[in-house]
């Protein structure tokens, strides 16, 4: 990873990273396919990890505390399933006002605040993600596709 990505995803805003992705992207002559993917799921992403990350409530897919965002905290929620989740878990932390589903403290999930869900929620459906019922699935060929977009940014990064 570039040592420049680090401090990009740990202060600059979301526009300033998915045009640094766009630009790296534009910069590497990739083909139509990946450009067309990989600039809305970076956004679908940061649409709600640069929230959590002006929140102080960042955690990892794992439940755990994170300080920073990171390059590598992004890729790890890149992964279609952890989205997902994700996805999932801010739904019901919004409903009740506390981040929930984290090993954060009690008082750390106090301090989340709603997050709009319509870019990720939007680009979920987009892929056969159910959002009503979370534990139907989603057609393997959709994580297949994300596999390879992060494969992409990964590279990018």
Do not use: C
């Not at 083909?31 to 929140?55: G, M």
């Not at 919004?94 to 403290?105: D, F, I, K, W």
């Amino acid at each position: 990873m570039k040592e420049e990505n680090y401090l990009l995803f740990e202060k600059e805003s979301f526009e300033k990273i998915t045009q640094v992705i766009a630009d790296e992207l534009e910069k590497r002559n990739e083909s139509p396919f990946w450009k067309d993917k990989v600039v809305p799921f970076s956004q679908a992403i940061l649409s709600v990890l640069i929230p959590l990350r002006d929140q102080g409530v960042l955690f990892n897919p794992q439940g755990q505390k994170e300080t920073l965002l990171t390059p590598e905290l992004f890729l790890e929620w890149s992964d279609f399933v952890s989205l997902k989740t994700l996805a999932f878990t801010l739904q019901k932390s919004n409903e009740q006002g506390v981040l929930l589903r984290t090993s954060l403290s009690e008082e750390e999930a106090k301090k989340y605040e709603v997050i709009d869900l319509k870019l990720l929620g939007d680009y979920l459906s987009k892929y056969s993600v159910n959002l009503e019922y979370e534990n139907l699935d989603f057609p393997i060929s959709n994580y297949n596709l994300h596999q390879g977009v992060s494969n992409v940014i990964k590279s990018l990064l």
